[in-house]
């Protein structure tokens, strides 16, 4: 399980081909690199930044899945 006092435990992952966001937990998350996240505990999904877009991006089971990642606490 991902544990960062500075980032939110969970982030808005939008499905691009389906038009659909849902929450999703964080587990392992390194900023501007890569995001691995799990959607119901059933799904993982690895995604890594895009700079040219600012957001992460990753595909899973021939669908195509975003983020802007975790919410940073101040």
Known sequence: MY???TYAETCE??????DQSIDSEVLN???GK???VSVNRELKIQLKYNK?????????????FT????KQFK
Do not use: Q
Not at 13 to 18: A, N, S, V, Y
Not at 67 to 70: E, F, R, V
């Open 67 to 70: 983020t802007i990642g975790p």
């Open 3 to 5: 544990h960062d006092s």
């Open 52 to 64: 040219h877009h600012d957001l992460y991006i990753g595909a899973k089971a021939g669908l195509e």
């Open 13 to 18: 992952l939008h499905c691009t081909d389906k």
């Open 29 to 31: 998350f390194h900023p």
């Open 34 to 36: 890569y995001l691995d």
